[in-house]
């Protein structure tokens, strides 16, 4: 367990890494394309900030609201909150996340929330009727991992950093159109062709790189909660369990959406196939989480 959890968030790490060295690159490409130097990259970060920031703070409630989640009452779900409250103190957490329900018979659950003490945990009717107890303290161990490792809080960076790549993109192929030529016309004509043929091809690319990077961030931190909720559970197979049952259910979740997707424990919409597809999905096939499992 420990070695999984290690090797996962050195995987993070490089990744994460690996963004702000595209970042970096990307801002000095918007120099040399437009003059601005040091100003369009502060601009664009500035941006991208407010506009992430904006729904960070607020990220809970628009989830929930999207997904057309209620509280869950201990009155009405005392199985659901007695192990969210016991895995609570298992994590560590100063206190435990609010209790969600989606009236959906689709197995799947999901964690929300910028911090511990903003956190959520919203789990479907059909997840409460088809796995046992130990199935669902490994789903509940999984989201309580999600908000223990600040998740959410690292998925909003790597947003930010979509966002400012793709402004940064922009900004480049805009400054060749306009000014690029004039600026290279004191270059020698084969070095400024070169210069320009190598922008306009990493501004096009950028994007679709970016998406790449966010979704390997998003892959590696499931794999880091299946084993983190393993450690908090001791016992793998329960979870293990819970993915089968769970990507074996056909019947799609209702409440779900491209924008959702990836918060959940298993991908909602629909199973991702094939290695080329497996690149843009933001979860692991469950085939490897499950032998990731087994193994511990």
């Not at 500035?46 to 929930?64: C, G």
């Amino acid at each position: 367990m420990y070695e999984q959890i290690a090797s996962n968030k050195r995987r993070s790490a490089l990744l994460v890494i690996l963004f702000f060295g595209l970042i970096a690159f990307l801002a000095w490409m918007l120099g040399e394309a437009t003059g601005m130097g040091r100003a369009g990259f502060i601009l664009a970060v500035l941006i991208s900030l407010v506009m992430t920031l904006a729904s960070y703070a607020a990220s809970d409630t628009i989830v929930l609201a999207i997904s057309r989640a209620k509280p869950a009452r201990k009155e009405d779900y005392p199985h659901l909150v007695n192990v969210v409250e016991g895995l609570t103190i298992a994590a560590g957490l100063p206190q435990p996340p609010r209790c969600y329900i989606i009236d959906d018979t689709a197995p799947n659950a999901f964690a929300a929330g910028r911090n511990p003490q903003h956190a959520v945990i919203c789990v479907t009717t059909g997840l409460l009727d088809k796995l046992d107890r130990a199935e669902l303290e490994g789903v509940i161990a999984h989201e309580m991992s999600h908000i223990k490792n600040y998740d959410v809080r690292l998925q909003t960076l790597v947003v930010v950093m979509v966002g400012i790549v793709a402004l940064l993109s922009d900004w480049i192929l805009r400054g060749f159109f306009w000014g690029g030529r004039r600026r290279g016309g004191g270059r020698k004509g084969g070095g400024a062709a070169v210069f320009i043929l190598i922008g306009l091809v990493l501004a096009v690319l950028s994007p679709l790189i970016a998406r790449l990077i966010q979704f390997a961030v998003s892959r590696r931190r499931e794999f880091l909660a299946d084993a983190d909720g393993a450690l908090l559970t001791r016992y793998p197979p329960g979870l293990a369990s819970a993915l089968r049952k769970i990507a074996a259910d056909t019947e799609p979740l209702e409440a779900a959406n491209k924008a959702t997707a990836h918060l959940y424990i298993v991908n909602p919409l629909k199973n991702v196939k094939g290695a080329v597809n497996r690149l843009f999905s933001t979860h692991p096939p469950i085939e490897e989480r499950i032998a990731a499992l087994e193994k511990m």
